[in-house]
């Protein structure tokens, strides 16, 4: 196999006519990867991004094509995938103000140009899921907000309105079934890319604790940070830590993995009903 790109957590080989993505258990903050791992955290990865795209395939087509066919090596953490012609922005869905959302709406009253109501504080519910697309940086650079009209330059109208669809779309039905088990989905990422046939397909991960950020709805209280089942924990502790969220990156103390890699395998099995061995 043929290594083509080695991103901050996924690593991609090239193997015939299809593709092998690999999910390590490199974790990244910031846009920058630390240099300390999460174990499990590849396999816990790969496994919920396949049985959330289970949930998703009557909304829309996904790149899998097998997740036992592929590497010895990679077994558990690997997909084997489809080409394709992938879409130059990364496409968010928000139905909660936090992040970077909640620092551009305190400076402008809006999220990537939609304008939202006066008097929203972290973790306010929002009146409607939004589309908050952002540019795809390279390794090592920051994504950075965009307008919808700035998607419609880069791919045209047509297709912006396709993405913006999808992933509200896959936004909502995923914060449905999260809230059945409940988790509240605050928000998500998810990448879109064009098959050879021309169809508009999910690949990469979906709805997964790099992706989203999930939090438990027994506990949910606006105005406050919320308890995430995600690697806001490592966000927390570098911010405490004092790091200055450039490259290189501190060690993660081994009590913060843990906890991290413990939330990663509770949301894992409550979204899920399965147990992890």
């Known amino acids: 196999m043929e290594l083509l790109h080695s991103?901050?957590?996924?690593?991609?080989?090239?193997?015939?006519?299809d593709l092998?993505?690999?999910?390590?258990?490199?974790?990244?903050?910031?846009?920058?990867?630390l240099p300390t791992p999460i174990p499990d955290k590849g396999r816990l990865l790969t496994a919920l991004s396949l049985w959330w795209f289970d949930q998703l395939a009557d909304l829309v087509p996904n790149h899998v094509i097998s997740s036992t066919?592929?590497?010895?090596?990679?077994?558990g953490r690997a997909i084997r995938c489809r080409r394709l012609d992938?879409?130059?922005?990364?496409?968010?869905?928000r139905g909660y103000l936090t992040g970077s959302g909640l620092a551009e709406y305190q400076r402008t009253g809006a999220v990537c140009g939609v304008e939202l109501p006066r008097g929203l504080v972290e973790a306010s519910i929002l009146p409607e899921p939004i589309f908050t697309p952002t540019t795809k940086a390279p390794v090592g650079e920051h994504d950075e907000p965009i307008t919808f009209a700035d998607v419609v330059d880069t791919v045209g109208a047509e297709t912006a309105e396709r993405l913006r669809d999808?992933?509200?779309?896959v936004y909502c039905r995923g914060a449905e079934i999260a809230a059945d088990r409940g988790i509240l989905v605050a928000d998500t990422k998810i990448e879109l890319g064009w098959a050879a046939d021309g169809t508009l397909i999910l690949g990469d991960e979906v709805l997964t604790s790099d992706s989203s950020r999930f939090w438990p709805a027994p506990s949910y209280q606006p105005g406050r940070a919320q308890f995430s089942f995600d690697k806001q924990h490592v966000r927390d502790w570098s911010v405490a830590a004092g790091w200055d969220k450039q490259a290189p990156a501190p060690e993660v103390p081994a009590e913060v993995v843990e906890a991290t890699r413990a939330r990663y395998v509770e949301v894992y099995e409550k979204l899920t009903g399965e147990r992890w061995d």
Do not use: H, N, Q, W
């Open 7 to 17: 991103g901050k957590v996924r690593d991609l080989y090239a193997d015939g006519d």
């Open 20 to 33: 092998i993505l690999v999910a390590t258990d490199r974790i990244s903050i910031f846009d920058v990867v």
């Open 86 to 93: 992938m879409v130059p922005v990364e496409c968010v869905a």
């Open 166 to 169: 999808i992933t509200v779309a």
């Open 69 to 75: 066919d592929v590497p010895a090596e990679f077994a």
